[in-house]
Nanobody, 123 residues
Framework: VQLQASGGGLVQAGGSLKLSCAAS????????MGWFRQAPGKEREFVAA????????RYADSVKGRSTISRDNAENTVYLQMNSLKPEDTAVYYC?????????????????WGQGTQVTVSS
């Protein structure tokens, strides 16, 4: 499985970014797609996840209300729309995939990972 994340960049505080992650290499009949992030000197943390149907979503408290996760199964792509960005959102953002329908917040539960995309929010 290959996951290709894109959409990161440099943005001013209060701005918006939309991250994308395209999966390839196998067909997922049911899979949770998620986003995690890791800031310099910090541990990786959960950001958001979405089930195959899109009916269930989970967000970290730190991004809830400011971010929306969505997916396009026809394109095997997951998106993360981030608004009202803050400097503390600065991190490398990774997408991940796991089979099933459980919205785990632990990265240990996701066997497939993308390479990451850098998000930098200036104050």
């Amino acid at each position: 499985v290959q996951l290709q994340a894109s959409g990161g960049g440099l943005v001013q505080a209060g701005g918006s970014l939309k991250l994308s992650c395209a999966a390839s290499g196998r067909t997922f009949s049911s899979a949770v797609m998620g986003w995690f992030r890791q800031a310099p000197g910090k541990e990786r943390e959960f950001v958001a996840a979405i089930t195959w149907s899109g009916r269930s979503r989970r967000y970290a408290d730190s991004v809830k209300g400011r971010s929306t996760i969505s997916r396009d199964n026809a394109e095997n792509t997951v998106y993360l729309q981030m608004n009202s960005l803050k400097p503390e959102d600065t991190a490398v953002y990774y997408c991940a995939v796991r089979d099933g329908n459980l919205l785990y917040g632990s990265g240990d539960e996701y066997p497939y990972w993308g390479q990451g995309t850098q998000v930098t929010v200036s104050s």
